[in-house]
């Protein structure tokens, strides 16, 4: 009964709702999927497991090392400094999630195929996966974009506005996903449940886009310079990763017909050679580990 645990409460059951709307996203997707065929639903899962991992491994951890720099920042009124906190957070989703997004597009079928393809899951589950992978990889930056522009709300105790976009998120998905995938159902398109892939990936960008849009609004982010350039390099590093990808899928050939253990090298090899190449090509480009600490 303390007031101050009432007003933990108070503020942390908004904070569940809006920091679990990919989760809501997903079941509303779920349920959709239990009207097409019988293995929609584990293909999604399965797609769902891939997109996650880049989201826990480094969105997560970027809000988290964010939120107290941008709560301290708030305490002491510095608004340009709490500003530049959240202009170095975005950078780093940006410098991660894109190549995240263009690397799972581009070995989506070699990852799928390595990991999964055993037993009862064939080469056609493999295909079927790889799609809704690719569709649903289109809103990893901005899935990791939430995570770092959520504790810009939080760290001012404002939970009912996330909240409130979180809601209005749910809404767009399933117009999304009615809107997709009716069409693809009743025409009998075996690739029906990409279209719900697709609609939680619009949905995610429209969260980041509307959170971005209300702190803009508030005066609480003024993007600093700089941004073009960098958006620039990403993209030249990304392309030049994509190549050296699309050259290593060509040499090795149809992934699905190698066995279990060339198929688990061969990834290794790749990951290990486009991660390599990109981050040669930023290194090229002038970026140094001193740059990724401005907090």
């Given at each position: 009964?303390?007031?101050?645990?009432?007003?933990?409460?108070?503020?942390?059951?908004?904070?569940?709702?809006?920091?679990?709307?990919?989760?809501?996203?997903?079941?509303?997707?779920?349920?959709?999927?239990?009207?097409?065929?019988?293995?929609?639903?584990?293909?999604?899962?399965?797609?769902?497991?891939?997109?996650?991992?880049?989201?826990?491994?480094?969105?997560?951890?970027?809000?988290?090392?964010?939120?107290?720099?941008?709560?301290?920042?708030?305490?002491?009124?510095?608004?340009?400094?709490?500003?530049?906190?959240?202009?170095?957070?975005?950078?780093?989703?940006?410098?991660?999630?894109?190549?995240?997004?263009?690397?799972?597009?581009?070995?989506?079928?070699?990852?799928?195929?390595?990991?999964?393809?055993?037993?009862?899951?064939?080469?056609?589950?493999?295909?079927?996966?790889?799609?809704?992978?690719?569709?649903?990889?289109?809103?990893?930056p901005a899935f990791m974009l939430?995570?770092?522009?959520?504790?810009?709300?939080?760290?001012?105790?404002?939970?009912?506005?996330?909240?409130?976009?979180?809601?209005?998120?749910?809404?767009?998905?399933?117009?999304?996903?009615?809107?997709?995938?009716?069409?693809?159902?009743?025409?009998?398109?075996?690739?029906?449940?990409?279209?719900?892939?697709?609609?939680?990936?619009?949905?995610?960008?429209?969260?980041?886009?509307?959170?971005?849009w209300y702190l803009k609004k508030?005066?609480?982010?003024?993007?600093?310079?700089?941004?073009?350039?960098?958006?620039?390099?990403?993209?030249?590093?990304?392309?030049?990763?994509?190549?050296?990808?699309?050259?290593?899928?060509?040499?090795?050939?149809?992934?699905?017909?190698?066995?279990?253990?060339?198929?688990?090298?061969?990834?290794?090899?790749?990951?290990?050679?486009?991660?390599?190449?990109?981050?040669?090509?930023?290194?090229?480009?002038?970026?140094?580990?001193?740059?990724?600490?401005?907090?």
């Open positions: 009964k303390h007031e101050g645990v009432r007003r933990v409460f108070k503020l942390m059951l908004p904070t569940i709702f809006s920091s679990s709307v990919a989760q809501l996203n997903l079941l509303v997707g779920t349920v959709f999927a239990s009207l097409l065929v019988v293995n929609a639903q584990s293909w999604l899962y399965y797609s769902d497991r891939l997109t996650e991992f880049p989201l826990g491994l480094f969105g997560v951890a970027i809000g988290t090392v964010i939120l107290p720099h941008l709560s301290r920042q708030h305490a002491n009124e510095d608004k340009k400094g709490y500003s530049h906190a959240l202009d170095w957070g975005l950078k780093m989703v940006f410098l991660i999630g894109i190549p995240s997004a263009v690397g799972l597009v581009v070995l989506v079928e070699p990852l799928c195929a390595s990991l999964f393809q055993y037993g009862k899951f064939d080469m056609a589950d493999t295909r079927m996966v790889a799609a809704a992978v690719a569709a649903m990889s289109i809103g990893i939430s995570k770092v522009l959520l504790p810009a709300f939080y760290s001012r105790h404002d939970t009912k506005t996330p909240m409130k976009i979180a809601i209005y998120t749910v809404f767009v998905n399933v117009v999304l996903i009615v809107s997709l995938v009716t069409p693809m159902w009743y025409y009998k398109m075996p690739m029906a449940h990409v279209g719900i892939a697709l609609a939680t990936a619009l949905a995610g960008i429209f969260n980041a886009a509307a959170l971005s508030e005066g609480v982010y003024h993007p600093e310079p700089g941004w073009r350039v960098w958006m620039i390099k990403i993209i030249a590093a990304c392309v030049l990763m994509t190549l050296c990808l699309l050259a290593i899928r060509w040499y090795v050939g149809d992934w699905r017909l190698l066995a279990g253990f060339w198929r688990l090298v061969w990834l290794f090899v790749a990951v290990g050679a486009g991660a390599a190449v990109y981050l040669a090509s930023h290194w090229i480009f002038g970026l140094r580990l001193s740059h990724l600490r401005e907090v």
